[in-house]
T-cell receptor, first 111, second 118 residues
Framework: DAKTTQPPSMDCAEGRAANLPCNHSTISGNEYVYWYRQIHSQGPQYIIHGLKNNETNEMASLIITEDRKSSTLILPHATLRDTAVYYCIVRVVYTGNQFYFGTGTSLTVIP | NAGVMQNPRHLVRRRGQEARLRCSPMKGHSHVYWYRQLPEEGLKFMVYLQKENIIDESGMPKERFSAEFPKEGPSILRIQQVVRGDSAAYFC????????????????FGEGSWLTVV
């Protein structure tokens, strides 16, 4: 699975959009981009995933560049409860393939 | 739908004792994954199981650790003769079976079991 690069930490003002970047320049054509987050002392929570098209759900939007070498997770109106470590993972989907978590981005939402 | 259930949530063991952590996957899920998170570190993959089969144990320490997922009942992660370095959060995740044409499956995590070795 391709390697990802994320900034170690970011701050965001409450109520503003949080834009979390992820670089995956070695991604291959059959690898999906996944985002998870982990709030302190809790299990990781699935947020969203996509292959090449932009995706949106009730939690967030995922914007993938046309060359697929990078993506951005957007939390449209960050709240204090969004303070967490956010993990970007690229992965080929087939039975038997695991998720490997990197160090992620620690997002702090500031009141 | 109940999520992934792990128990116990907190476990304290003395050095040399055994620790058993249980994981019941989400309904309809036949794949289970175990991860370990040491204090202030990231999640490390340990083992991936299907019912009655270990598919990938490449992240499992070679000694003292074992995992099973029997035909009936929860998946068990077993740590024998625990040492202080085993103190960590152990997370279980589950997923349904993936077909080759599926549009990207995902895995869902439980709330973790915190092991403290004293």
């Amino acid at each position: 699975d391709a390697k990802t690069t994320q900034p170690p930490s970011m701050d965001c003002a409450e109520g503003r959009a949080a834009n979390l970047p992820c670089n995956h320049s070695t991604i291959s054509g059959n690898e999906y981009v996944y985002w998870y987050r982990q709030i302190h002392s809790q299990g990781p929570q699935y947020i969203i995933h996509g292959l090449k098209n932009n995706e949106t759900n009730e939690m967030a939007s995922l914007i993938i560049t046309e060359d697929r070498k990078s993506s951005t997770l957007i939390l449209p109106h960050a709240t204090l409860r969004d303070t967490a470590v956010y993990y970007c993972i690229v992965r080929v989907v087939y039975t038997g393939n695991q998720f490997y978590f990197g160090t992620g981005t620690s997002l702090t939402v500031i009141p | 739908n109940a999520g992934v259930m792990q128990n116990p949530r907190h476990l304290v063991r003395r050095r040399g004792q055994e620790a058993r952590l249980r994981c019941s996957p989400m309904k309809g899920h036949s794949h289970v994954y175990w991860y370990r998170q040491l204090p202030e570190e990231g999640l490390k993959f340990m083992v991936y199981l299907q019912k009655e089969n270990i598919i990938d144990e490449s992240g499992m320490p070679k000694e003292r650790f074992s995992a099973e997922f029997p035909k009936e009942g929860p998946s068990i992660l077993r740590i024998q003769q625990v040492v202080r370095g085993d103190s960590a959060a152990y997370f279980c995740a589950s997923s349904p079976r993936v077909g080759l044409l599926d549009s990207g499956n995902t895995i869902y995590f439980g709330e973790g079991s915190w092991l403290t070795v004293v």
